[in-house]
């Protein structure tokens, strides 16, 4: 495998003028695909979530689940399956460009009649894992198998390193001390080439204050023992504010996501923030079930609190009126951004009403065009808006367009300031992340270990993934 210099130097001055910084991030070397065993453990709890969800969280763990199987490796050499093109469209489009109109029942026949279909146009080519969960999911068929083609090449979005050391970090004895600021310095993150999908998140989420008040003060020796993540965050926060370098290299914190994010493979940087923060929250309210049996007052809810707001979608039956009404929370909004030029485009495109075609009334129980309304009923105090830059089917690919985005923004009527941006360069195959950040009332570029301060044309001069946005009051 190909070597890359490491940056971690410690004589470097990582403020240092760099005006190549944004045109040379280090690109990391295509990595292999994940074993099914390694993976199956996690793909079938994914399968699990995916079958009991409903509505926009549905067809987001559907989109986690065919990028894992696309990329998963098997140690045998998997039969390939064509798939009919007109299909892959209906089934890209409801994935990534937000269509609510399911693509149905898989109808291969028409390559049965064509002599000499062209692949990439007439078909694709699936792996047997990838088309036994679609033709499972949707029905349909026939079976055509493709002969000598290899398997899927492999994609990957961001990295991992080797598994880090834990430390142990004294923690504060009781809730009752003097609280801490949550105001966090100006630190880089210590990467050992791999770790840049967590860096960038994780520079974004001290952007918050409320998060790291909460942290700093409320974590302690008596509840921190069954709050892994919160614990592990904090004390991050402890070694940016002990720390006497301008970096630090995160310990306990690695160990922990280590089971979902194994450091031998690389990752993508919003689905380790939609983790990290579920995870916490989890634990926050199984503390709170404890508290509430001991009759202790309860911790803050700041995921919920700050973080989560609310969709509401209701499906109108067009023959006899009936009205069905889904009701979701969202961590983050998955914006498409086909045939858009700005964030508010893209935002307007999620929340238009769309006729759906052939839908199933539970009230008639006929199949009848539907119109389909979505609207936001709660915007968090934090707004996270996630680009869909990335395409895993029927071909894996990244959108590289320019979408404009302000400083200061109106979202559904709703006054909104940036207060983060991730950034991921390159391409599928080798690429890396980077992040912006407003802290101590100044923009600042944070590229692991190397820090350096920005201003607002190098922020909107970006190619957005995740966007941070902050309400104002």
Request: proline share 4%; hydrophobic share 35%.
């Amino acid at each position: 495998m190909q070597q890359f210099r490491d940056t971690d130097n410690n004589s470097e001055n990582l403020n240092e003028e760099d005006n190549s910084i944004n045109q040379h991030v280090p690109q990391f070397p295509p990595k292999k695909a994940p074993s099914f065993s390694m993976e199956g453990p996690q793909i079938l709890g994914l399968l699990l979530q995916f079958r009991f969800a409903q509505g926009n969280a549905r067809r987001e763990l559907e989109c986690q689940l065919i990028k894992r199987l696309v990329n998963i490796k098997k140690n045998y050499e998997p039969d390939c399956y064509r798939l009919n093109g007109t299909w892959a469209l209906k089934y890209t489009n409801y994935l990534y460009e937000n269509s609510n109109t399911l693509p149905g029942p898989i109808d291969n026949t028409p390559l049965l009649q064509i002599k000499e279909p062209i692949r990439n146009r007439d078909y694709f080519v699936l792996t047997d894992t990838v088309w036994k969960f679609l033709l499972e999911e949707y029905g349909g068929g026939p079976e055509i198998l493709e002969d000598k083609v290899p398997p899927s090449p492999v994609s990957v979005i961001s990295s991992t390193a080797d598994r880090a050391k834990s430390a142990d970090i004294s923690m504060m004895s009781s809730v009752s001390q003097q609280e801490l600021p949550s105001e966090i310095p100006i630190k880089g993150l210590k990467n050992e080439l791999f770790y840049c999908y967590m860096h960038s998140i994780l520079q974004c989420l001290m952007c918050i204050q409320e998060l790291n008040h909460f942290l700093l003060n409320s974590i302690n020796r008596h509840n921190g023992q069954k709050m892994l993540y919160c614990r592990g965050y904090k004390e991050m926060l402890l070694q940016i504010r002990d720390a006497q370098s301008d970096y630090i290299k995160i310990n306990n914190l690695r160990t922990t996501i280590s089971k979902k994010f194994n450091p031998k493979y690389q990752h993508d940087a919003q689905e380790f923030l939609l983790y990290l923060i579920s995870m916490m929250e989890d634990e926050i309210i199984e503390v709170n079930k404890e508290y509430e049996k001991l009759q202790l007052p309860k911790l803050e809810n700041v995921v919920k609190k700050y973080l989560k707001g609310q969709i509401v979608s209701e499906l109108i039956c067009k023959n006899c009126k009936h009205k069905s009404v889904i009701t979701e929370e969202f961590l983050t909004l998955s914006l498409a951004l086909t045939k858009v030029a700005t964030v508010n485009q893209s935002l307007e495109e999620f929340l238009k009403d769309e006729l759906i075609q052939d839908y199933q009334c539970d009230n008639c129980h006929k199949k009848k065009i539907a119109i389909k309304k979505t609207r936001i009923t709660n915007l968090p105090r934090y707004l996270i808006l996630h680009l869909k830059r990335f395409k895993f089917f029927p071909k894996q690919t990244k959108i590289t367009q320019q979408i404009k985005f302000s400083i200061e923004s109106n979202f559904c009527n709703t006054e909104y300031k940036l207060i983060g941006i991730i950034v991921h360069s390159g391409s599928l195959e080798q690429g890396h992340y980077y992040s912006y950040g407003r802290r101590q009332h100044k923009w600042w570029l944070f590229n692991d270990q190397r820090i350096k301060q920005a201003n607002k044309m190098d922020v909107q001069q970006q190619q957005g993934y995740i966007l941070f946005y902050q309400q104002l009051f």
